[in-house]
Nanobody, 121 residues
Framework: QVQLVESGGGLVQAGGSLRLSCAAAGTIFSISDMGWYRQSPGKQRELVAAITSAGSTVYADSVKGRFTISREYAKNTVYLQMNSLAPEDTAVYYC???????????????WGQGTQVTVSS
């Protein structure tokens, strides 16, 4: 079993910053990609940012220049530094990881439980 535990959400004023963390724990042989998604009421879940095992990153256009994804490989942890937050960033943020639990097994996607980010105007 693999668990993704997120932390760092909360309430912040527009223009402020938050840092989200997500630690993967359990039976882990290797982790490929890790990422952050978000979902606000009435909208579909969308990719915010992702980082590969090689360190390549991708960002949604709406967060480029404001958010930074990073990874601490030894701790199986991914971070999302969010700056210049705006009310439209308000959403539940979910961590995602592509994990192999045994050497000969396939990679499977796992999700965290989500953490609420609320940006007030």
């Amino acid at each position: 079993q693999v668990q993704l535990v997120e932390s760092g959400g909360g309430l912040v004023q527009a223009g402020g910053s938050l840092r989200l963390s997500c630690a993967a724990a359990g039976t882990i042989f290797s982790i490929s990609d890790m990422g952050w998604y978000r979902q606000s009421p009435g909208k579909q879940r969308e990719l915010v940012a992702a980082i590969t095992s090689a360190g390549s990153t991708v960002y949604a256009d709406s967060v480029k220049g404001r958010f930074t994804i990073s990874r601490e490989y030894a701790k199986n942890t991914v971070y999302l530094q969010m700056n210049s937050l705006a009310p439209e960033d308000t959403a539940v943020y979910y961590c995602n990881a592509l994990v192999k639990t045994i050497r000969t097994g396939p990679y499977r996607f796992y999700w965290g439980q989500g953490t609420q980010v609320t940006v007030s105007s």
